[in-house]
């Protein structure tokens, strides 16, 4: 491979399956699902299971399963947790599958299937993924979820940091398209401003409103976990 | 006004006609469409008429009217100009009424016509468009035309740089969504590398290779114009 080629994909309506043949597809929702699958990974769950809706997460759960996720922001009525980092402790999640069902992020994860590998990745575990994505020496296309269908820069952000950790371990050229290179822009420009540009974005004032200012700030931290969730059949694991 | 709103549009295929409602629409193809036009008025043109079509644009065409434009980068067979902006000279188009279509540009501002002002912006005059945009007292969407229906960098840049000089202008509180937010970062992390970022990007690599360099560097220079091309019917003129 002579170069890495690495194409961004601003929002889950402009992803089209064929876009990810032969890739290495990169998952971003920072805000929240990506962050909350790496955080109950790293407290011990044993999987990730996503699903597109509510039924179909409530039809996959097994005895001892969690179900987890939200609808508008909130705990879905009947589930076991919420989309919080934060209730993904290791005394709630350890040892167990949890089932997890949210508005973008687990859309996108359905819509990269057709990717050699998929690998979730949100700012608390950008490096590692990043590292990951060179190991499997395929193309990289960075898929960052969005919100109804737009744009959230927060995903952005963490496309772009995933792109600078992308050139500092890759050993061969990375190169991106012009979406890429914005993003890793903008994630210069604002590094040292991570949660306040998260918090001024559009999913940053609405969890703001929503009272769950604890969220962002546990999304925010860069690079503290070395967990690469990754999918195998239709379950995330742990570094695979 | 208590705020402006700023949206900020990827590229051609984001935009639908119902986003420009009540708006002033602030349309960007720096490469090369709207540094042409804006180049052409200030030599001397009396107006631009965007044609879709090369059968439009020779329809629309009246003795002593000049047909400007490209296809697949190109001067297209028969006309009397392409799109570079050194064509468009006082000697050249002095007085004289141009019918121009391009590949992106041209579809860009055909889409914006129910926004209730139409501005063109380039980098060569973005300052004097932010301007203008405070005047008209509308909500503002930006719309970056791109290349093949994909986001152009350097569109995104001049996006930020339209935001950066409306923050400068704008009596009230300028409030934009998640991508203005990006492009705006961008633009503050380039701008000392404004022409390095376009020619590392897609189209101008493409109008490298097609040896174009001097169009690049003539799309590059940043507000060297006060004038403002602005849609009245179906004419782009000089400062409304």
Known sequence: MPTMQ???????????????????????????????????????????????????????????DLLGGERFCRK???????????????????GKR???????GTRAIHKSMRADHVLTASLLNAGACARAAVELRRDVVILCAGSHDEFAIE?????????????????????MDDFGAAMLALYRNQSDAVKETILNGMTGKKL???????????CSAIDIYQDVPRLNGDQLTRNG
Chains 1, 2 share one sequence.
């Open 6 to 64: 690495v194409q961004v994909i601003s929002s889950v309506n402009e992803a089209s399956s064929a876009r990810f043949h032969h890739k290495t597809a990169v998952i971003i929702d920072v805000l929240r699902a990506t962050s909350t699958i790496v955080t109950a990974l790293a407290a011990g769950a044993s999987c990730i299971i996503p699903a597109e809706t509510v039924m179909e997460a409530r039809a996959l759960q097994r005895p001892g």
């Open 76 to 94: 879905i009525v009947g589930f076991d947790l919420g989309n919080s980092p934060e209730e993904y402790t290791e005394r709630s999640v350890a």
């Open 98 to 104: 949890i089932i997890l069902t949210t508005t973008n």
């Open 155 to 175: 995903d952005g952000l963490c496309a772009g940091l995933v792109l600078d950790r992308l050139q500092a371990h890759c050993p061969v050229s990375v190169e």
């Open 208 to 218: 703001l409103k929503l009272g769950m200012k604890k969220d962002i700030e546990a």
